[in-house]
């Protein structure tokens, strides 16, 4: 016969209301207790019914995330800590991708509420007016957003971008470029902003631009004509693409432009030269905001990041 909550809730000594919170709303179990209940839980081959609990409890044990490019390497290690975090805390994790599409986000964004029980968004493309309407539907954590009454974690990009261009400055670079991403982006929003902070640079500020390998081929040829010695790119993605057309046009990097970029992908650190960048908490990110949407937790989380210096920088010609 299957094992139902009540032979579970019999072994572990407790009683049936609190095998069901355990397995519904974990944190509001008592840490000892949860870890009894679970163990016995798993010894006996006890599996909740989910849909059973969706009909009693409204919830459905499902959340979603939502991302702007799954092709993009800084997604997956968010996604993978995401999904660790869902599953540690017994619910399942739905995926999609908008393709950068505000349009497509807030159809997903609508069709997952059917779904899920509340769903993380991250690096959203949508106006604040499109998001905060979408709040009014389900639950989410926006990731790499800002926005008053919901909860969200960010990465301080803008600290990493100062550290970048401190870092150009430092090796002597004066007339630099930025190379922008999306117009919808808070992340490029915010970068834009921490260059302009960065004393003794001459900084053009070119885009937007695709936040992909062809969105910085596609400026290289404006980056080799406007006499800059030193690009900071919007991602990872973005600084490849641009040092690789570089290349192309026989301007060499290091040796006439230093390029960094921002994310610390597998790419990035794959890619020759090996790529100077800026390194973001994906994974902390995914965790933290899996956390708090399910405990319904409204908070801001900020999270550090720092620049990793690799093979992508030097001083410009002339100085040793």
């Given at each position: 016969m299957a094992v139902t909550i009540r032979d579970v809730a019999h072994a572990s000594g407790v009683?049936?209301?609190?095998?069901?919170?355990?397995?519904s709303a974990p944190h509001m179990v008592n840490a000892e207790t949860r870890t009894r209940v679970l163990a016995?839980?798993?010894?006996?081959?006890y599996r909740p019914n989910r849909a059973a609990r969706a009909l009693t409890t409204g919830?459905?044990?499902?959340?979603?995330?939502?991302?702007?490019?799954?092709?993009?390497?800084?997604f997956p290690p968010l996604i993978k800590a995401a999904q660790a975090a869902a599953r540690g805390?017994?619910?399942?994790?739905?995926?999609?991708?908008?393709?950068?599409?505000?349009?497509?986000?807030?159809?997903?964004?609508?069709?997952?509420?059917?779904?899920?029980?509340?769903?993380v968004l991250c690096s959203p493309r949508s106006?604040?007016?499109?998001?905060?309407?979408?709040?009014?539907?389900?639950?989410?954590?926006?990731?790499?957003?800002?926005?008053?009454?919901?909860?969200?974690?960010?990465?301080?990009?803008?600290?990493?971008?100062?550290?970048?261009?401190g870092h150009l400055a430092g090796l002597g670079h004066r007339r630099v470029a930025l190379v922008a991403g999306p117009a919808g982006s808070w992340t490029s929003g915010e970068i834009r902003r921490a260059v302009g902070e960065v004393p003794g640079l001459d900084t053009l500020v070119i885009g937007p631009n695709a936040p992909t390998e062809e969105g910085g081929a596609a400026v290289a040829e404006r980056v080799a004509e406007a006499g800059v010695t030193?690009?900071?790119?919007?991602?990872?993605?973005?600084?490849?693409?641009?040092?690789?057309?570089?290349?192309?046009?026989?301007v060499s990097v290091p040796g006439d432009v230093s390029v960094i970029g921002v994310d610390d992908s597998v790419t990035g650190r794959l890619h020759?030269?090996?790529?100077?960048?800026?390194?973001m908490p994906a994974a902390d990110a995914g965790r933290m905001a899996v956390d708090l949407l399910?405990?319904?937790?409204?908070?801001?989380?900020?999270?550090?990041t720092h620049l990793v210096v690799r093979e992508s920088t030097a001083p410009p010609k002339g100085i040793p």
């Open positions: 009683h049936v209301s609190t095998v069901s919170r355990t397995f016995v839980a798993e010894k006996l081959g919830r459905t044990g499902n959340l979603g995330l939502i991302v702007a490019d799954l092709a993009n390497p800084f805390q017994d619910y399942h994790l739905f995926v999609a991708d908008t393709d950068e599409n505000p349009v497509e986000e807030q159809d997903l964004v609508q069709a997952f509420s059917k779904q899920v029980d509340g769903i106006s604040n007016k499109a998001l905060e309407k979408l709040a009014e539907t389900i639950p989410f954590v926006l990731v790499n957003r800002r926005m008053r009454g919901v909860p969200t974690v960010v990465m301080d990009v803008a600290q990493g971008a100062r550290a970048a261009m030193g690009v900071l790119a919007y991602n990872d993605l973005v600084a490849i693409g641009l040092i690789e057309a570089l290349e192309e046009r026989g020759r030269p090996k790529l100077t960048t800026v390194a399910i405990k319904s937790m409204s908070a801001a989380t900020v999270l550090e």
